[in-house]
């Protein structure tokens, strides 16, 4: 089946909020463990658009959404030129290059509205992710030590940033 990435639209909406439901639920590679209330996730969806971010989908030929890749703003007026990276794929769609074309995508758009330093963090047993992220020249800047807690177990993350 062929696959695509294309900038986010209204019409993925439905269909992101069930792949984030699904990645949230393997309890491994995302902060959330189930996908946030539907208004919420639209909120999202919307507020980061509506700010230029970046914010791209991958779609296989039926146009359900097997992944996404969005850069968020972070607080503060000082830190108005960073984005937030955020990345995932359905199982399936894993090991096919979706998550090196979702993250070329996402940084060209973040270079070309401005920013200056994207930043991520992500979980020291997710070995693909870090390659994935290192290979697009994302650093090391630090371990946070006991960045999560999935039933009872605490997970170290890297923190890693990419500049422009």
């Known amino acids: ?3 695509s990435v294309v900038s986010t639209e209204a019409h993925h909406f439905e269909s992101l909020h069930q792949a984030l439901d699904v990645v ?3 309890r491994k590679y995302l902060a959330l463990m189930q996908a946030p209330p539907w208004e919420q996730s639209l909120a999202f969806y919307r507020n980061v658009l509506a700010a230029g971010f970046p914010h791209f989908v991958a779609v296989d030929g039926s146009g359900k959404v097997v992944g996404w890749c969005d850069v968020s703003p972070v607080f503060g007026h000082s830190r108005a030129h ?3 990276l955020g990345i995932a ?4 769609a894993r090991g096919l290059g979706l998550g090196a074309q979702l993250l070329q995508a996402a940084i060209g758009k973040s270079w070309a ?3 200056t330093r994207i930043e ?3 979980r020291a047993d997710n070995l693909n992710a870090k390659a994935l992220y290192e290979r697009f020249g994302f650093e090391h800047e630090g371990l946070l030590r ?3 807690l ?3 177990t605490y997970h170290d993350a890297h923190a890693m940033a990419l500049l422009r």
Not at 89 to 92: H, I, Q, S, Y
Request: aromatic share 0%; glycine share 12%.
């Open 1 to 3: 089946m062929t696959h």
């Open 82 to 84: 960073i984005g937030l």
């Open 113 to 115: 509205r401005g920013l």
């Open 89 to 92: 794929l359905l199982p399936e």
């Open 150 to 152: 999935v039933d009872g």
């Open 24 to 26: 949230a639920r393997e």
């Open 120 to 122: 991520l963090s992500v």
């Open 146 to 148: 006991r960045a999560s």
